[in-house]
């Protein structure tokens, strides 16, 4: 990175400065609000021990006064059922009590409203000897306390966003014109490359592959040049989605990664393994088997071409069924099932003029076109290809492959991948037949 500021001659150690000093203020304030943060916290656990010994002052107060009052009811009720029982019949007395009761309790209400309202504070005070009144003075102060205390952190927050704001300021002030210089140019410089060099390209190609690769670095370097600069930034989203983009293009040539390789493997799913293709012949071999018995072959006893050629077929038509039972499960295990619903066995539904086997994808979608070659022999063992085989081979040999399918006899299954291109490049092709014409 630091290649970049000497290209222009500017010294870096303005970014490292303001970044210190911003960790340094930022400290220092949040220091001092955890501080008052704390302070409240305290503050607000006093204030509830203090209001709980009020409350528990007023219950007790509540409590007494209901006894009293209820003494004096009995009281009342007593001596006035003594004057009136000599006075009057007994239903009069009745019904007297009666109103004597309501009246009562109305007035004990509105008593212990007037007393609750006016002089409950004076009766606590007195009978608790001045603690009510010093409790709820403490309760009052101490919530006086925390609007302050509060307040203080809502100043120190806006003195932070202030002093940082400043700080940034000060030091967008020494690098604006620099910055501003350095990404009109970088913009400049992706821009030119782009259009030299990725622009309508072929994606294949191996200087493609370098200058994308070249293209990615030097993009992942502005990124974080992008992150420290503070007046201008260089836009760069549009090429890193191109450049995802291509990378996934590219799939295709990951391919080379595998040729050769005498294992259970596919070409853009490298985890499928060895017994899972084993599984796949399998069940393949399981639906031959409830197949009509008219439908299966026996081992002639003489050379019979037309079995072998059954024969042939029924090894081929296996090795078909495997590949697209392959192909499938990695399209659905990267959770592509829209694709995986959409391989074709070509062969098998449309005939065997196409060129190829089977039509499957890629994992953006592109289509992949399979040749599938299987053998009971080694898998080393030559194989035909067709003319119209190879033509379209050489038509579209960018997404064109031969999976070749050997069904060894100590129960081995071995898939071997050739792409187009290393079809090409690495093997040879033989003529073992001519087509024959009369001249008449």
């Given at each position: 990175m630091n290649n970049f500021f000497e290209q222009f001659n500017f010294n870096p150690a303005i970014y490292q400065e303001y970044t210190a000093n911003k960790k340094k203020l930022v400290n220092i304030f949040n220091e001092r609000i955890d501080i008052a943060h704390n302070n409240v916290s305290q503050l607000k656990d006093k204030q509830e021990n203090e209001s709980n010994k009020l409350h528990r002052i007023e219950n007790l107060w509540e409590v007494v006064m209901f006894w009293l009052l209820f003494g004096l009811f009995v009281w009342f009720l007593v001596y006035i059922y003594k004057i009136i029982a000599k006075v009057t019949d007994e239903l009069g007395t009745v019904f007297f009590i009666i109103g004597c009761y309501v009246a009562f309790i109305f007035g004990a209400w509105f008593f212990t409203i007037t007393l609750d309202t006016f002089s409950t504070s004076l009766f606590l005070n007195i009978i608790t000897f001045g603690k009510y009144k010093k409790l709820?003075?403490?309760?009052?102060?101490?919530?006086?306390?925390?609007?302050?205390?509060?307040?203080?952190?809502?100043?120190?927050?806006?003195?932070?966003?202030?002093?940082?704001?400043?700080?940034?300021?000060?030091?967008?002030?020494?690098?604006?014109?620099?910055?501003?210089?350095?990404?009109?140019?970088?913009?400049?410089?992706?821009?030119?490359?782009?259009?030299?060099?990725?622009?309508?390209?072929?994606?294949?190609?191996?200087?493609?592959v370098n200058n994308l690769a070249t293209f990615k670095t030097l993009i992942e370097e502005l990124e974080k040049i992008n992150n420290i600069f503070l007046t201008q930034w260089i836009e760069l989203w549009e090429y890193s989605d191109y450049i995802r983009k291509r990378e996934e293009d590219l799939e295709i040539r990951e391919i080379r990664?595998?040729?050769?390789?005498?294992?259970?493997?596919?070409?853009?799913?490298?985890?499928?393994?060895?017994?899972?293709?084993?599984?796949?012949?399998?069940?393949?071999?399981?639906?031959?088997?409830?197949?009509?018995?008219?439908?299966?072959?026996?081992?002639?006893?003489?050379?019979?071409?037309?079995?072998?050629?059954?024969?042939?077929?029924?090894?081929?038509?296996?090795?078909?069924?495997?590949?697209?039972?392959?192909?499938?499960?990695?399209?659905?295990?990267?959770?592509?099932?829209?694709?995986?619903?959409?391989?074709?066995?070509?062969?098998?539904?449309?005939g065997d003029g196409a060129g190829y086997d089977i039509k499957s994808f890629f994992e953006n979608g592109a289509e992949k076109y399979i040749e599938v070659k299987s053998t009971t022999n080694s898998i080393e063992t030559q194989y035909f290809i067709s003319n119209n085989e190879l033509s379209f081979l050489h038509e579209n040999k960018d997404r064109y492959f031969i999976y070749r399918v050997s069904f060894g006899s100590d129960n081995e299954t071995i898939l071997q991948v050739i792409s187009g291109n290393d079809f090409l490049e690495d093997y040879t092709l033989n003529p073992v037949q001519y087509s024959v014409n009369s001249k008449i």
């Open positions: 709820k003075q403490s309760v009052s102060k101490i919530d006086s306390i925390i609007l302050e205390t509060e307040k203080d952190i809502k100043r120190l927050e806006q003195e932070k966003e202030e002093d940082l704001e400043k700080l940034k300021n000060n030091a967008k002030a020494q690098v604006a014109p620099f910055e501003k210089e350095f990404c009109d140019y970088y913009q400049q410089e992706l821009e030119d490359f782009y259009n030299t060099k990725l622009f309508r390209k072929r994606y294949d190609s191996e200087d493609f990664n595998v040729v050769n390789t005498n294992r259970i493997i596919n070409d853009t799913a490298k985890n499928i393994k060895v017994k899972k293709l084993h599984k796949f012949v399998e069940t393949i071999q399981k639906k031959r088997a409830d197949e009509p018995v008219e439908n299966r072959y026996k081992v002639p006893r003489k050379v019979d071409w037309q079995k072998i050629n059954i024969k042939n077929q029924q090894t081929g038509l296996k090795g078909e069924e495997i590949v697209m039972e392959l192909e499938k499960d990695f399209l659905q295990s990267i959770d592509r099932n829209d694709l995986a619903q959409n391989v074709r066995h070509v062969s098998a539904i449309d």
